[in-house]
């Protein structure tokens, strides 16, 4: 689909994506290498590890207007510091719990593990998370916009 | 406070997509922005001499540049900025071309808007990023190889000769590999034992080599130029340092050729102490405590025969595995490969069938070293008709999809082979395309076929089956008229090794879709993993044959002597620092810390920079905030988080 015409047809969801720096990261380099096509709504940062995602980003995150966050890590067993990708899953899986609590769908918020070599994956992660959360709409419980 | 924006076409790799040109006008429409330009090519020469004059001329404080991947340049253009005088930790990429301009080929608008969303987000980073200072530790001047096959040993025997202490260790009793089971190697059809023994005795006999055969890497701590290795010698039962590799013992043992050799591929036996060839490094005996009569039961006869027939009163069934700590600066990773078990496809019989064996099998089998001495026998006879069957578990789309780049050749050797020992016989190879690419490999093949081996094609998905009749194999190929053979030989794929998961976890590095280690980039950086200080030697990278392995493994040595040679190495300054004031000393970053960098000292936590990788563990852990990592801090990441949502900045 060619869109070069610069008309906004319809609502496009905006999601922020924290990636580790060795797998995920890399896994999403390797999708453009591969020039594999996906949605243009996550905008990525890069950091060392998934474990270095505190959950107050997330909740920023949502206060600013984002409509669905993405974390990203090496697979379990595999993370380049040993155990940080453990330390985000066990204080991640919390998050979903205080998003419920907070009246935000937690399905607006996921974790995956994408490799190095997992190109294809990261492709397909971003292009079901975006529509998931275009099913789910615009979320405005935090950001306190209309939507 | 100002900043300046570089904006990459990369030819046409970004332009094409992103309108850089829109790009960078915005950019100028950004806090503290005081430059923004767009260029052709920003790593090139011109393109850095733009981005340096700019830091001289304006006084930029802090660059941005909008190009490929940080994973790519960012190095270049720390080292760029710093040239100019900047601090190169003042520094921040935005990545337009692998995670928009390539990803998004089809949408230009949007791909643009996110461009300049990435840019906004850098910018916005860059207002906060801080100049850091490098720290200067020491390398410890000495290697480890792990793996002793012919990757391990040229890599072993390179790093040696540089004048560098080389830890080599082998999990097996013998160095040697893969390669010395081979008999010929092909084109040259160089004796493989004649070319790999002189090397594994210069291993041996080298003043910088220390050689550890029959142990395990169990633990690596540590960083680039300071890795701290643990390795667990396992007990052998026989002091090396009496044993004189007489035989005496084997001779003596008890179950002398009832244990199966898995040097020989099982064709052959061997006893339950014995050594795995007659040219070992070290020709030291082991015992096999699986087998061994006396450490499974703790009887054997009246006494051990093994132990009364040693002169040298090496054997010591009481040994114990040893735990050992090795200091090194770098490591090559060498572990090779294993093959494909062909039994897991039950058509080409492997297994059921004693006519059809594995091309390894063959390759003992018609080594004069080999169980029948170089004979080429099947059931007692000399085959009259031999099949070759190819891509046995490789270009498969539910299994191995790569090919394993070495069974064509090999398969040409082994079919060279029999027409050598055999005149007479028919030799019949199904190939499914005949990839014969390397140095004389091409004239090899037509040579072969010139000797009168008949090659047949397959197509890949066609179907193949080997069924029984009488003390014959019928090899029934789609396409083609049934052939009954003497000899089935599958050429069976290489993989990477099975207990790889358990090596994997040792070692911290990352393996591809095909299951082999990573390099952390496929063309120009093929030795290296994403762990600074390790490097990849041979097959545990992807099938290779002995020629790329070789080459290859001088690579990873030369890879893992720079750091040697230069005798220090520059710390990543981006690394935890505790705000006192904030700190309340409860002691979670302590805990966090997957490397023992943080402590309490008096109530607060302290940061051991030269022990912190910069993972941020403690940082996300902190409840106050009071341990941040330098060029990630929180403040920076919010910062990133806010601009890229807000549509004004």
């Known amino acids: 689909m060619e869109d070069e015409g610069g008309a906004k047809e319809s609502w496009e969801p905006k999601i922020i994506g924290f990636f580790c720096n060795w797998c995920s990261y890399a896994?999403?380099?390797?999708?453009?290498?591969?020039?594999?096509?996906?949605?243009?709504?996550?905008?990525?940062?890069?950091?060392?590890?998934?474990?270095?995602?505190?959950?107050?980003?997330?909740?920023?995150?949502?206060?600013?207007?984002?409509?669905?966050?993405?974390?990203?890590?090496?697979?379990?067993?595999?993370?380049?510091?040993?155990?940080?990708?453990?330390?985000?899953?066990?204080?991640?899986?919390l998050m979903e719990d205080l998003l419920e609590f907070t009246g935000v769908d937690p399905s607006r918020f996921q974790m995956s593990w994408v490799s190095a070599s997992e190109g294809q994956k990261f492709a397909e992660v971003v292009t079901e998370f975006t529509e998931r959360i275009k099913k789910l709409g615009p979320q405005t419980k935090l950001s306190g916009g209309e939507g | 406070m100002k900043i300046g924006v570089y904006v990459c076409e990369c030819g046409t790799n970004i332009s094409g997509t992103v309108d850089v040109a829109d790009v960078a006008e915005y950019a100028k429409s950004l806090p503290n922005v005081a430059v923004s330009k767009y260029y052709k090519y920003m790593c090139s020469d011109p393109g850095q001499l733009l981005i340096k004059d700019d830091i001289k001329e304006?006084?930029?404080?802090?660059?941005?540049?909008?190009?490929?991947?940080?994973?790519?340049?960012?190095?270049?253009?720390?080292?760029?900025?710093?040239?100019?005088?900047?601090?190169?930790?003042?520094?921040?990429?935005?990545?337009?071309?692998?995670?928009?301009?390539?990803?998004?080929?089809?949408?230009?608008?949007?791909?643009?808007?996110?461009?300049?969303?990435?840019?906004?987000?850098?910018?916005?980073?860059?207002?906060?990023?801080?100049?850091?200072?490098?720290?200067?530790?020491?390398?410890?001047?000495?290697?480890?190889?792990?793996?002793?096959?012919?990757?391990?040993?040229?890599?072993?025997?390179?790093?040696?000769?540089?004048?560098?202490?080389?830890?080599?260790?082998?999990?097996?009793?013998?160095?040697?590999?893969?390669?010395?089971?081979?008999?010929?190697?092909?084109?040259?059809?160089?004796?493989?034992?004649?070319?790999?023994?002189?090397?594994?005795?210069?291993?041996?006999?080298?003043?910088?080599?220390?050689?550890?055969?029959?142990?395990?890497?169990?633990?690596?701590?540590?960083?680039?130029?300071?890795?701290?290795?643990?390795?667990?010698?396992k007990a052998r039962y026989v002091d090396i340092e009496k044993c004189v590799g007489c035989g005496l013992c084997a001779e003596a043992c008890r179950l002398k050729d009832r244990v199966d050799d898995e040097f020989n591929e099982n064709l052959g036996k061997r006893s339950a102490i014995y050594v795995p060839f007659p040219q070992a490094v070290p020709l030291k005996y082991t015992i096999d405590p699986e087998k061994c009569i006396f450490l499974k039961t703790g009887k054997c006869g009246d006494s051990p025969p093994c132990v009364g027939a040693c002169a040298a009163d090496a054997i010591n069934h009481q040994q114990e595995d040893e735990i050992i700590e090795l200091d090194v600066g770098t490591i090559v990773v060498a572990t090779g490969f294993d093959l494909y078990d062909p039994s897991q496809k039950p058509e080409y019989g492997y297994g059921k069938i004693k006519n059809v064996i594995t091309g390894m099998e063959f390759e003992r089998l018609v080594s004069a070293s080999g169980p029948t001495e170089g004979h080429i026998e099947i059931n007692g006879k000399e085959p009259e008709k031999v099949v070759f069957i190819q891509c046995v578990g490789s270009r498969d789309k539910e299994g191995n999809e790569y090919c394993s780049r070495v069974c064509c050749m090999y398969t040409a050797k082994h079919a060279h082979l029999v027409r050598d020992k055999i005149p007479g016989a028919e030799v019949i190879v199904y190939n499914t395309d005949v990839r014969a690419y390397g140095k004389g490999f091409e004239e090899f093949y037509v040579r072969v076929m010139d000797e009168g081996v008949k090659y047949l094609r397959r197509e890949l998905d066609d179907q193949i089956e080997v069924v029984e009749n009488g003390d014959k194999a019928i090899v029934k190929a789609e396409g083609h008229p049934d052939i009954e053979a003497d000899l089935v030989v599958l050429a069976t794929a290489i993989e990477q090794k099975k207990d790889i998961a358990d090596i994997s976890k040792v070692l911290k590095i990352s393996r591809g879709a095909d299951n082999?280690?990573?390099?952390?980039?496929?063309?120009?950086?093929?030795?290296?993993?994403?762990?600074?200080?390790?490097f990849l030697g041979g097959c545990c990278q992807g099938p290779k044959d002995i020629p790329d392995t070789v080459a290859q493994a001088s690579g990873a040595a030369a890879k893992a002597t720079i750091p040697l040679a230069q005798g220090k190495?520059?710390?990543?300054?981006?690394?935890?620092?505790?705000?006192?004031?904030?700190?309340?000393?409860?002691?979670?970053?302590?805990?966090?810390c997957p490397y023992s960098a943080i402590e309490l000292m008096d109530g607060k936590a302290e940061v051991n920079e030269a022990l912190c990788r910069g993972c941020g563990l403690c940082s996300a852990t902190c409840r106050s905030g009071a341990i941040q990592l330098k060029g990630l801090t929180d403040h920076q990441l919010i910062s990133m988080i806010k601009s890229s949502l807000s549509e004004v900045f």
């Open chain 1, 27 to 93: 896994g999403a380099d390797l999708a453009g290498t591969s020039r594999i096509q996906y949605p243009t709504t996550i905008r990525i940062i890069k950091v060392m590890c998934s474990g270095r995602v505190n959950p107050q980003f997330v909740l920023k995150a949502f206060q600013e207007g984002a409509d669905g966050v993405l974390v990203s890590g090496c697979h379990p067993g595999d993370c380049h510091y040993i155990e940080g990708n453990y330390h985000a899953r066990r204080k991640l899986t």
């Open chain 2, 58 to 233: 304006l006084g930029l404080t802090h660059v941005v540049v909008a190009s490929c991947s940080p994973r790519m340049h960012e190095p270049t253009f720390r080292t760029v900025v710093e040239e100019a005088g900047m601090n190169a930790y003042c520094f921040e990429m935005a990545n337009i071309r692998e995670h928009c301009s390539w990803a998004h080929m089809h949408e230009k608008f949007k791909a643009t808007e996110k461009a300049k969303d990435l840019v906004k987000m850098s910018v916005a980073k860059a207002a906060l990023l801080e100049p850091l200072e490098k720290k200067q530790v020491p390398v410890t001047p000495a290697a480890l190889v792990i793996g002793g096959g012919i990757a391990g040993i040229q890599t072993a025997l390179e790093i040696a000769e540089s004048g560098f202490k080389t830890y080599l260790v082998e999990s097996t009793p013998s160095i040697g590999g893969r390669m010395a089971q081979l008999d010929k190697t092909f084109p040259t059809m160089d004796c493989s034992a004649c070319i790999l023994t002189p090397k594994m005795v210069d291993v041996a006999r080298h003043p910088n080599i220390e050689l550890l055969t029959y142990s395990e890497v169990t633990g690596i701590d540590g960083y680039i130029g300071n890795f701290t290795v643990t390795v667990k010698k």
């Open chain 2, 516 to 534: 082999f280690f990573l390099e952390i980039h496929p063309k120009l950086r093929p030795m290296d993993t994403a762990t600074s200080g390790i």
């Open chain 2, 569 to 592: 190495i520059d710390l990543d300054p981006q690394t935890s620092f505790v705000i006192e004031n904030n700190c309340a000393g409860c002691g979670l970053c302590v805990e966090a």
